[in-house]
């Protein structure tokens, strides 16, 4: 049972273009999600995260929209560029131990 | 500031011998610790978390085992690996509370 999905799994954006990655999930219980960046034999990094009692939480290029209603997270980089080429992972929580972790979606930013 | 530290980064094993990955963490006090795997192609798979020294919860059935011998370490064994072992192991750590996961550099596993 895939609670954290995402359904693109690869994007090609023009550099300085939005880049929009979009993530979906089952579990209304999810009060927590994060979004990681990861390049190739490397652990994920942290980006930026959002709680389920506000809808927008921006950090410099990246913004992310949560609409509960529709059970959606989006990240929003702005401008994109080429050092933003990488696999990006949402991820989201009940409030428990447990983080639960999409299939990933590679971003290519094109110079 | 916390560091996290994962060895070692590539590890070729052939099938049926054991297995040892460690992770220590640095700078902070009483982590959550995390082991996850990412298959070829695939998310991030968790496998096991521990909240304390001793506390080891399985997500997963499989060959594998964890260990937190201590606050800040922890150890992902097998006793004989399987060749649906390979992957990309990580380890993470977080504060208590919503916090966000780091996570180590990762290990190659590559079981023949």
């Known amino acids: 049972d895939q609670q954290v999905k995402q359904n693109s799994p690869s994007l090609s954006v023009q550099e300085g273009r939005i880049s929009i990655l979009n993530c979906d999930y089952t579990n209304s219980m999810f009060d927590y999600f994060l979004w990681y960046k990861k390049y190739p034999a490397e652990g994920p990094t942290f980006l930026i995260s959002?709680?389920?009692?506000?809808d927008k939480n921006e950090d410099g290029r990246f913004t992310v929209f949560l609409n509960k209603s529709a059970k959606h997270l989006s990240l929003h980089i702005v401008p994109s560029q080429p050092g933003d080429s990488a696999v990006y992972f949402c991820?989201?929580?009940?409030?428990?131990?447990?983080?639960?972790f999409g299939t990933g979606t590679r971003l290519k930013v094109l110079a | 500031s916390q560091t996290i530290h994962q060895w070692p980064a590539t590890l070729v094993q052939p099938v049926g011998s054991p297995l040892s990955l460690e992770c220590t963490v640095e700078g902070t006090s009483n982590p959550n610790l995390y082991w996850y795997r990412q298959a070829a192609g695939r998310g991030l798979q968790l496998l096991f978390y521990?909240?304390?020294?001793?506390?080891i919860s399985s997500e997963v059935p499989q060959n594998l085992s964890a260990s937190r011998p201590q606050d800040r370490q922890f150890i992902l064994s097998s006793k004989k690996l399987l060749l649906s072992d390979s992957g990309f192991y990580l380890c993470?750590?977080?504060?208590?509370?919503?916090?966000?996961?780091?996570f180590g550099n990762g290990t190659r596993l590559t079981v023949t």
């Open positions: 521990s909240v304390g020294i001793g506390q």
């Open positions: 959002i709680s389920s009692i506000k």
């Open positions: 991820a989201a929580t009940a409030g428990t131990y447990k983080y639960i």
């Open positions: 993470a750590w977080r504060n208590q509370g919503y916090s966000p996961l780091h």
